[in-house]
């Protein structure tokens, strides 16, 4: 099959045609992309940190930190700059090259911008590149947080414009758009992915890689979850999706999104170590490491070690642009979301 390379432009019967593929033909597409333009035996390692957990008024449905969830979660408030420093000192000593920190928010408070530059400016100045999840910003916010040193901003749209609604109701997917238009104007690097396995169908996957890949600049980084079913969330009995059609999740992103860094987030405590493996082989190339995501665990340092040393896969050096990096062949120009609908 060929492919052109960085394109804005997919239809939904090609991405459809993507995840079609005999499993075979597509990770093969996939690690082949990858190669072009990444080291294949070199991860990303990030950390993350909850700096304010819990009490959110937004309606998400997978999260326990929502005010709507059930969850024996309480609301705690943001955390001191120099705790949150501590810790993310921590992260650094245990080999991450990323610190991003999430607040249970809809949007952060004027009262708390100076202390969260602080924590960008302290992370940053300890030789970390630094993410920040805080939900929907204005866009002075946003500048005032690039310019204090913050390289990434995550905001996710979770999944298709169309399933969206049964997941959030408190605010639209055009609002999620809206903030990423801000962050990337900006200046800072846009980290969007989304959520697999919470009943969506396939076309619903489809369609959120579509959108993600038809924006004017693809997202520099890609989360890409497996769900987590929380107890006390509206999602908390929804099943596992097959690990399958997760990793055909991955390589299609790769295929769509062939340099950016595509997280393999969420999720990897259910997942076996072939799987992993699987998700590394189709372009996965970036984890969260450390024994805790924000609210629920994640495979330890020891556990995640073992599994790199088997597969001879390397940390990724802090700030190092990927290795193979080449002028994209078959280069369209890109055509912005909005025009595309309009
Ligand atoms: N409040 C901020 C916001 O929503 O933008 C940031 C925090 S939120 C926890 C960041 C992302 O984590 C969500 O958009 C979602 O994709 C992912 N996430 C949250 N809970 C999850 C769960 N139970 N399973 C998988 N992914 C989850
Ligand atoms: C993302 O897409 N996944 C991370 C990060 N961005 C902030 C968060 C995962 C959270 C999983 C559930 C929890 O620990 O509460
Ligand atoms: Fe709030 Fe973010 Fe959780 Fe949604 S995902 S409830 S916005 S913390």
Known sequence: MTTQIIRHDWTAEEVQALFDLPFNDLIFEAQTIHRKFFNPNEVQMCQLLSIKTGGCPEDCGYCSQSAFAESDLGASKLMAVEEVLSEARKAKEGGATRYCMGAAWRSPKDRDMENLKAMISGVRDMGMETCATLGMLTEEQAKELADAGLDYYNH????????????????????????????????????????????????????????????????????????????????????LPHSIDFVRCIAVARIMMPRSTVRLSAGREEMSDEMQALCFFAGANSIFVGDELLTTDNPGRDKDAALMSKLGIEALAAFEEPALDKEPTNSRPPTPLHEKRA
């Open 156 to 239: 996710n749209i979770d999944t298709s414009e169309e399933f969206y609604g049964e997941i959030i109701t408190t605010r639209t997917f055009q609002d999620r758009l809206d903030t990423l238009d801000v962050v990337r104007d900006s200046g800072m690097k846009v980290c969007c992915g989304g959520i697999i396995g919470m009943g969506e169908k396939i076309l619903d996957r489809a369609e959120m890689l579509r959108t993600l890949a038809n924006l004017a600049t693809h997202p520099d980084s890609i989360p890409i979850n497996q769900l987590i079913a929380i107890p006390g969330t509206k999602l908390e009995n929804v099943n």
